[in-house]
């Protein structure tokens, strides 16, 4: 268990018994602090005896879930048969049980009349392609807490990753534990930043067979490039803000990072659709800063409110760091020096630095460009400065009215 009190959670949805017990030891293995049995998963589940097997050999906490396909699970089975399946799994011991909204009632005040346990109800609500608006979220809360659940889960679709925030800024109003998952490829941070928001647990995938939500985690990450059990309320947010996202490697560099220095911070991949909206939606002062990747690099410089001179004459901007003083947001152009030093380098190393007379082994070369967006751009400015001819292709000829004006983007930093 995580040293802040949360679980990092892994959903077990074998086929066979066996398979589900050989998934156990590897959720383990990998760091998870509990585990979900999903029932609805399982081939020819036999409930008098499988259960009890799953339940004799697990070696972590466990949720039991058995869900209707109508809920988003993989079982059709007579109702009684299935919560009488989950009231079997309280009696044999089971820590946590998992149980839909629409039957909650029933199935809490029942559980109630049986003898005192440490089992606890999990009380669940799925809402898919979309997620409510702040006050339909409110009122669901509302009654889902009514239904004297001991914690509630909370399950809805993202479509922006502005959708997110809705969900987190619930957490700390309601009156039991709450976890909080939204899915989609949008809704990743719902699971990255669960801990720092409050939330019960967070989900990990196994990575192998079925297992996997769109949008969750994998269990190694979470254990291993984010040391999850890390975060608190304090921690720092980062992140690479681009579309697409998940190819990024900043994640791993920048965790590891942090945690060498002993910085209490987490860098995440955020799937950004409109720049604006998201900046204006996170904009709490631990949201500290972003890297800019495609296709945003170029509308950032409107959406700080300080562009440095460089990053303003090269008309793109790729980080952006969130002024503590103020809250205002400053953007920065890394790419031009980070690049064409690069390149440079390089150059030196092939020729000697034969030419004494050149401030850069650019000078006087052919610099062939391939797209003109905001990295195309700074590299295009570097060259530039340096002295090098620079050719650009790019598909779209509108851009054009940027390179021509690059000679005069240049005056200021050629004198």
Not at 232 to 253: E, Q, Y
Not at 271 to 289: E, M, Q
Not at 358 to 380: C, E, I, K, N, W
């Amino acid at each position: 268990m995580a040293q802040n009190g949360f679980l990092v959670c892994t959903p077990l949805m074998a086929e066979t018994v066996g398979e589900m017990l050989s998934q156990m030891q590897h959720a383990k293995d990998v760091g998870a602090d509990c585990i979900e049995i999903r029932l609805d998963c399982l081939n020819e589940f036999n409930s008098a005896t499988d259960l009890a097997q799953l339940l004799k050999a697990r070696a972590l906490p466990t949720i039991v879930t058995y869900r209707l396909k109508s809920d988003g699970g993989n079982c059709e089975v007579d109702e009684k048969k299935r919560l009488d399946t989950l009231s079997l799994a309280h009696d044999l011991g089971a820590d946590f049980i998992d149980v839909e909204l629409q039957v909650a009632f029933d199935f809490v005040s029942r559980m109630k009349d049986k003898k005192s346990s440490n089992c606890k109800v999990i009380v669940s609500n799925h809402i898919n392609e979309r997620t409510p608006s702040t006050e339909d979220l409110s009122h669901l809360i509302v009654k889902m807490q009514s239904t004297g659940a001991d914690i509630l889960k909370i399950v809805t679709t993202a479509t922006n990753i502005t959708d997110v925030s809705r969900v987190f800024q619930l957490i700390p109003h309601c009156q039991v534990p709450v976890i909080a998952c939204v899915t989609g490829d949008r809704g990743l941070i719902s699971q990255l930043l669960g801990p720092k928001f409050g939330g019960y647990l967070i989900y990990g995938s196994i990575g192998f067979g079925k297992d996997s939500t769109p949008g969750q985690p994998k269990l190694a990450d979470l254990t291993g490039h984010y040391k999850i059990g890390r975060l608190n309320r304090d921690t720092k947010v980062f992140g690479v803000i681009a579309n697409p996202v998940g190819h990024s490697k900043g994640p791993i560099l920048h965790n590891q990072a942090f945690r060498e220095t002993g910085f209490n911070g987490v860098y995440v991949p955020l799937l950004v659709d409109n720049l604006a909206d998201f900046l204006k939606v996170y904009s709490a002062p631990d949201f500290a800063g972003f890297s800019v990747g495609i296709p945003h690099k170029e509308a950032a410089v409107t959406c700080c409110d300080e562009v440095q001179p460089l990053a303003k004459s090269i008309g793109a901007v790729n980080t952006i760091i969130r002024r503590q003083s103020d809250g205002k947001l400053i953007g920065y152009n890394t790419d031009c020096e980070g690049a064409i030093s690069a390149i440079e380098d390089g150059l030196k190393g092939e020729t000697g630095n034969i030419n004494s007379e050149s401030s850069s082994p650019l000078a006087g070369r052919t610099f062939v460009l391939v797209g003109a967006g905001g990295a195309g751009r700074a590299l295009a400015f570097g060259a530039k400065q340096r002295g090098a001819k620079v050719i650009i292709a790019n598909r779209n000829y509108e851009r054009r009215a940027w390179l021509i004006q690059l000679e005069e983007r240049l005056s200021p930093w050629t004198n």
